[in-house]
T-cell receptor, first 108, second 123 residues
Framework: DIQMTQSPSSLSASVGDRVTITCRASQTISNYLNWYQQKPGKAPELLIYAASSLQSGVPSRFSGSGSGTDFTLTISSLQPEDFASYYC??????????FGQGTKVEVK | QVTLRESGPALVKPTQTLTLTCTFSGFSLSTSGMCVSWIRQPPGKALEWLALIDWDDSKYYSTSLKTRLTISKDTSKNQVVLTMTNMDPVDTATYYCARFYFGSGASRLFDYWGQGTLVTVSS
């Protein structure tokens, strides 16, 4: 199975900060990489698909980049509603799909 | 409007079999590219993908759990059922069903999720 490793596992930031989360795949996955946001007690929501495509309705302060094994999710200016957990997920070839272990963005 | 809703027991005993049903609307599981998947999340932990069934009735399972899982669909009822045998307290988690869309290129994504159902395994 393809393993997904996120870093950091948590970070503290302030409103207005630029935040970067990385995700590394254990083997090349081209751009078959998605990012989700999850708030406490809620289901995850899709933010970015195909590594860099913004899901409809998602604010433009979210962006994704990368290809192969290394990927990045960037929040250009952190807003109060962005304090949440973020997960990467690979969908290369056929299942099994795998998620990263998550990154929790907390208030500094 | 696409919606998914999980249903099943909130409490199961160790060694029992868990049966969860995902009832969905707003799409057809017989349409090319449409899939339904199950994902779980133990309290305070990460998401774990479990199983997927696609429009062609192909089924895929987590490598570590495949001996315990069965996924099936009833297209006429718009339902997908997951069974997990030999439940253990470590299987305590919120279980989500989600639509997975096999789009063009790298557009393969979970775009709609149910609210999740918490299953506790305890005697």
């Amino acid at each position: 199975d393809i393993q997904m490793t996120q870093s950091p596992s948590s970070l503290s930031a302030s409103v207005g900060d630029r935040v970067t989360i990385t995700c590394r795949a254990s083997q090349t996955i081209s751009n078959y990489l998605n990012w989700y946001q999850q708030k406490p007690g809620k289901a995850p929501e899709l933010l970015i698909y195909a590594a860099s495509s913004l899901q409809s309705g998602v604010p433009s302060r979210f962006s994704g980049s990368g290809s192969g094994t290394d990927f990045t999710l960037t929040i250009s200016s952190l807003q109060p509603e962005d304090f949440a957990s973020y997960y990467c997920q690979q969908s290369h070839t056929t299942p099994p799909w795998t998620f990263g272990q998550g990154t929790k963005v907390e208030v500094k | 409007q696409v919606t998914l809703r999980e249903s099943g027991p909130a409490l199961v005993k160790p060694t029992q079999t868990l049966t969860l049903t995902c009832t969905f609307s707003g799409f057809s599981l017989s349409t090319s590219g449409m899939c339904v998947s199950w994902i779980r999340q133990p309290p305070g932990k990460a998401l774990e993908w479990l199983a997927l069934i696609d429009w062609d009735d192909s089924k895929y399972y987590s490598t570590s759990l495949k001996t315990r899982l069965t996924i099936s669909k009833d297209t006429s009822k718009n339902q997908v059922v997951l069974t997990m045998t030999n439940m253990d307290p470590v299987d305590t988690a919120t279980y989500y069903c989600a639509r997975f869309y096999f789009g063009s290129g790298a557009s393969r994504l979970f775009d709609y999720w149910g609210q999740g159902t918490l299953v506790t395994v305890s005697s």
